[in-house]
């Protein structure tokens, strides 16, 4: 849970803050902790909450692979908060959830089909610093996924690379979400950096 966040909770209040807690409710079962984090600045939150509604109505990329994209990245940079609620996403969306739970080591798993094993490939090589995308891997997406889907994808880690960098960085946590999940310990990065960029 959230108890070490590096800046401490503001209480949220108001008629906006009532609706946030309505959504919150509505969409994870209860109120995140980490929501009064954010609170602190209400238009940091009200706007990175209004980007996330807009990436969730993009429909180029397979919400699957657009899952497992969110999910590598989320991974590659540490976020357990972000992979726990994706998890729990995942699950409402009705995905598998043997597949889901392997995401965060996604190079060992046999589970993954090869296309997956490249959008996780090029999630995790964007989430780099710098972005380890060859030309190699964004031919090979272009040809399978077309050019929307490809941007869509682009899109979607750089906006999982915001969210989960933001959230680290304020010491955001899981909120456990998913407690039976398991994922939260594999938060990590699961490959060295010069390995990434090409499936395995």
Not at 143 to 151: I, N, S, Y
Request: charged share 20%; with cysteine.
């Amino acid at each position: 849970m959230t108890t070490d966040t590096r800046i401490p909770p503001a209480e949220v209040t108001g008629l906006y803050g009532a609706v946030v807690k309505t959504f919150a409710r509505r969409m994870m079962g209860k109120v995140p902790d980490s929501l009064g984090v954010l609170w602190n600045h209400p238009a940091v939150m009200k706007d990175s909450m209004g980007i996330g509604r807009k990436v969730e109505g993009w429909g180029e990329l397979d919400a699957t692979l657009a899952s497992y994209a969110a999910m590598a990245s989320a991974a590659t940079i540490g976020c357990s908060f972000c992979l726990d609620l994706n998890y729990f996403m995942a699950h409402n969306h009705g995905l598998d959830e043997a597949k889901v739970r392997e995401v965060p080591r996604w190079r060992e798993a046999s589970v993954f089909t090869p296309l997956e094993r490249s959008v996780m490939a090029y999630a995790e090589a964007a989430s780099q610093t710098p972005p380890a995308v060859t030309d190699e891997l964004s031919a090979e997406l272009l040809d399978a996924l077309g050019p929307a889907a490809l941007v869509e994808l682009a899109a979607r880690v750089a906006f999982m690379n915001m969210s989960a960098r933001m959230n680290v960085a304020l010491g955001i946590h899981s909120e456990e979400f998913a407690d039976a999940c398991g994922l939260a310990p594999l938060a990590q990065r699961t490959t060295a950096v010069d390995a990434v960029g090409s499936p395995a």
